[in-house]
């Protein structure tokens, strides 16, 4: 079956980095659009960044600039640099995987089991 396995979480002081990993299986990777969504303590998940299957990318207004996805289809993986961050970004991180969409308002198939990324001094 479908396993999506998020890694690279952690605390951080604001302004510093991470870059979250998901590694994929059971899965044909490159058919399938992936994404990350986040979600904050007595918040709703969100989305945050979609890689399709051909590698175009797409953010959210709230990480644009910041933070980059990226997709590597010989690892069967997908990543997120997530640079400057801050206070606000403090979340549980979803990466999600989805044949048709990903996105705003978008219901994906398959999601991992989430990451803590804590950003606090």
């Known amino acids: 079956q479908v396993r999506l396995v998020e890694s690279g979480g952690g605390l951080v002081q604001p302004g510093g980095s991470l870059k979250l990993s998901c590694a994929a299986s059971g899965m044909m990777f490159s058919l399938y659009a992936m994404g990350w969504y986040r979600q904050a303590p007595g918040k709703q998940r969100e989305f945050i960044a979609v890689i399709t299957r051909g590698g175009n990318t797409n953010y959210a207004d709230s990480v644009k600039g910041r933070f980059t996805i990226s997709r590597d289809n010989a690892k069967n993986s997908m990543y997120v640099q997530m640079n400057s961050l801050k206070p606000e970004d403090t979340a549980v991180y979803y990466c999600?995987?989805?044949?048709?969409?990903?996105?705003?308002?978008?219901?994906?198939?398959?999601w991992g089991q989430g990451t803590q990324v804590t950003v606090s001094s």
């Open positions: 999600a995987a989805d044949r048709v969409r990903i996105g705003v308002g978008a219901s994906p198939n398959y």
